[in-house]
């Protein structure tokens, strides 16, 4: 059973200081995710402590800025996905999968290729007493979903094909980026341009924290 005990162990494969601690990011604050604890800390880190963090990062023991954005926009907006199945893709710290559950999703699905991701957004979903489906591989996804959610997955141009496979995959489409200032795609409507911050603070760039929400358009689809 994934756990903060669990959560950091995964951490310690790459920096032997590391834990996590429940917190609330700034940008969504309804929601209680163990992420990385800064606090642990104390001193620099060592030249192969920070060659291991770049090779393998633990992603999701930090909520980026999209991750708040999309799921406060769920939290303000629940007839986007109550009743209906729903697959969050590259889910990390889990919290927009877990934001569709608060908000009465039928299933809340939380996909991650990283096993490490996947134990931490089923820690996350106890955390706020909700319960996630886990998918660790896109290619084998359960049918039916009905809407398809992603944070801050276009970073790198070999992603930008998932684009049209999430229209393919889903009714409908509900994206955050804070990466690309155009998609290049005119079937996703922006429909929202939210603030938010990485948690804990990387001190990222502005343009950064600049989160744009995506939607394919339907008859629906707020405009």
Request: glycine share 6%; charged share 20%; hydrophobic share 45%.
């Amino acid at each position: 059973m994934a756990s903060a005990e669990v959560l950091n162990g995964h951490l310690a494969k790459t920096l032997s200081r590391g834990r996590v601690a429940a917190t609330r990011p700034a940008g969504c604050p309804q929601i209680s995710l163990y992420l990385f604890d800064p606090d642990a800390l104390e001193g620099p880190i060592s030249h192969d402590e920070a060659q291991a963090v770049v090779a393998e990062p633990a992603y999701w023991s930090f909520c980026w800025a999209s991750g708040q954005a999309l799921a406060a926009y769920i939290l303000a907006r629940p007839h986007l996905v109550a009743g209906k199945r729903v697959l969050d893709f590259g889910s990390g710290s889990g919290i927009v999968a877990i934001a569709a559950a608060m908000m009465g999703a039928r299933e809340a699905i939380a996909c991650d290729i990283d096993p490490a991701a996947l134990d931490a957004a089923a820690a996350n979903a106890r955390l706020n007493n909700i319960s996630l489906t886990l998918c660790e591989d896109w290619e084998n996804r359960p049918p039916g979903i009905d809407i398809m959610t992603a944070a801050d997955v276009l970073y790198d141009p070999d992603n930008r094909p998932l684009l049209e496979q999430f229209r393919q995959s889903a009714p409908q489409v509900l994206l955050a980026d804070s990466r690309l200032a155009c998609l290049g795609n005119n079937a996703y409507i922006q429909q929202a341009v939210l603030h938010s911050r990485t948690w804990p603070d990387l001190h990222e760039f502005e343009e950064f924290n600049r989160v744009r929400i995506y939607l394919t358009a339907t008859d629906d689809a707020e405009r």
